[in-house]
Antibody, heavy 116, light 109 residues
Framework: EVQLVESGGGLVQPGGSLRLSCAAS????????MNWVRQAPGKGLEWISY????????YYADSVKGRFTISRDNAKTSLFLQMSSLRAEDTAVYYC?????????WGQGTLVTVSS | EIVLTQSPGTLSLSPGERATLSCRAS???????LAWYQQKPGQAPRLLIY???IRATGIPDRFGGSGSGTDFTLTISRLEPEDFAVYYC??????????FGQGTKLEIK
């Protein structure tokens, strides 16, 4: 069974950092592109980052470029999102999602709250 | 950046009725690059349609996608109680960002 499980969310002060992880099981992570998508409370979905299967191609939304870094460890079957210089507007549930052109599996999400 | 505009914002219908949801792009999107998702409260999004018209695995055939260019449609032929949710379109254009529409909330009338 394919599973994606995010972790690492929590309460952080403005300007702080946090590292999210997404543990993949039930499939070969190294065969798939991956994305991070977030959803602010009561709001819609926002795509924020993509990484190719090998990790050689990476994209970011303008809203996080220069502050967030996506990475993957295919051997350890995990996807990561290093977040720094966090702002109140980064408060959201963060989802990892498998695939490009169609995200067919999503994790349950991890909540990041940026507040003093 | 390609902007996706979904309409209506809220759609109020009864079970058994037909639902038609629209997703309009600010510039042409290849049909291969257009997907639809369903999201229920407290849950992660679920892939319904990709390639504009291809149902994802396990999706009932009452869900259908169509369209091309800048106009895409998600149709639910006969609404079941479990279909009331928020629906998003997303485009995976030739270059990022891979934007979502703002969503259409399908509510019970």
């Amino acid at each position: 069974e394919v599973q994606l499980v995010e972790s690492g969310g929590g309460l952080v002060q403005p300007g702080g950092s946090l590292r999210l992880s997404c543990a993949a099981s039930g499939f070969t992570l190294g065969s798939f592109e991956m994305n991070w998508v977030r959803q602010a409370p009561g709001k819609g979905l926002e795509w924020i980052s993509y990484i190719s299967s090998s990790g050689s191609t990476i994209y970011y939304a303008d809203s996080v470029k220069g502050r967030f870094t996506i990475s993957r460890d295919n051997a350890k079957t995990s996807l990561f999102l290093q977040m720094s210089s966090l702002r109140a507007e980064d408060t959201a549930v963060y989802y990892c999602a498998r695939g490009w052109l169609r995200s067919d599996y999503w994790g349950q999400g991890t909540l990041v709250t940026v507040s003093s | 950046e390609i902007v996706l505009t979904q309409s209506p914002g809220t759609l109020s219908l009864s079970p058994g009725e037909r639902a038609t949801l629209s997703c309009r792009a600010s510039q042409s999107v290849d049909t291969s690059y257009l997907a639809w998702y369903q999201q229920k409260p407290g849950q992660a999004p679920r892939l319904l349609i990709y390639g504009a018209s291809i149902r994802a695995t396990g999706i009932p055939d009452r869900f259908g996608g169509s369209g091309s260019g800048t106009d895409f449609t998600l149709t639910i032929s006969r609404l079941e109680p479990e279909d009331f949710a928020v629906y998003y379109c997303q485009q995976y254009g030739s270059s990022p960002p891979y934007t979502f529409g703002q969503g259409t909330k399908l509510e019970i009338k």
